[in-house]
């Protein structure tokens, strides 16, 4: 079945530099790559998503992309502010199955 | 609107005892449901998921079971806790079972002492 790793499984970055947290995964066959966002004490809630049918995916200081021949996808976030803190999960989807989760990244932004 | 009720917030069992979560969501029908247990270092672990009343897939054989009775309602359970059972729980609905978002409630914080 489908594996997910992601990388680093901590950040801390200043307040207005980038962060980027990358992931892999396993079977050629996956099509929907979203990523999530857990605050403290709730339940992760999606920020954006990519198919595989495209290479990059912007949203304001949210940012995506696909490399679909090595099998990894990243998250980039400009301009990050104290609030980007949290846990983000990567995921992948190959169409039959139920979405699979990295271990996530728990990003801190220093003021 | 679609919404997913999830409860009890917090939970402290003694190891066991039985455990038995809910989860109902309201606005759609037909869901596919989750059972997610989030652990420390171990990210999202699926336990169960359902694409209809009666259907169960397990996808990690351990201590819980899970049962949906009405369609839009999801239950975790098990007869002992153990003290591995300890973690955050979260349940989740989708329209179809992949590639499409999943939308997740706000969690049940179990310890087992």
């Known amino acids: 079945g489908e594996n997910v790793e992601q990388h680093p499984s901590t950040l801390s970055v200043q307040e207005g530099d980038s962060a980027v947290i990358k992931c892999t995964y396993s079977d050629s066959a996956s099509n929907y790559f979203p990523w999530y966002k857990q605050e403290l004490g709730k339940g992760p809630q999606l920020i954006i998503d990519i198919r595989s049918n495209v290479g990059e995916k912007k949203d304001q200081r949210i940012a995506v992309t696909l490399n679909k021949t090595a099998k990894h996808f990243s998250l980039h976030i400009t301009e990050t502010q104290p609030e980007d803190s949290a846990v983000y999960f990567c995921?992948?989807?190959?169409?039959?199955?139920?979405?699979?989760f990295g271990k996530g990244t728990r990003l801190s932004v220093i003021a | 609107s679609q919404t997913i009720h999830q409860w009890p917030a917090t939970l402290v069992q003694p190891v066991g005892s039985p455990l038995s979560l809910e989860c109902t969501v309201e606005?759609?029908?037909?869901?596919?449901l989750y059972w997610y247990r989030q652990a420390a270092g171990r990210g999202l672990q699926l336990l169960f998921y359902s694409v209809g009343i009666g259907q169960i897939s397990s996808e990690v054989p351990q201590n819980l079971s899970a049962s949906r009775p009405q369609d839009r309602q999801f239950i975790l359970s098990s007869k002992k806790l153990l003290l591995s059972d300890s973690g955050f729980y979260l349940c989740?609905?989708?329209?179809?079972?992949?590639?499409?978002?999943?939308?997740f409630g706000q969690g049940t914080r179990l310890t087992v002492v």
């Open positions: 606005g759609t029908s037909n869901p596919n």
């Open positions: 995921a992948a989807s190959n169409g039959n199955t139920p979405l699979v």
């Open positions: 989740a609905w989708s329209r179809v079972l992949s590639n499409t978002e999943a939308f």
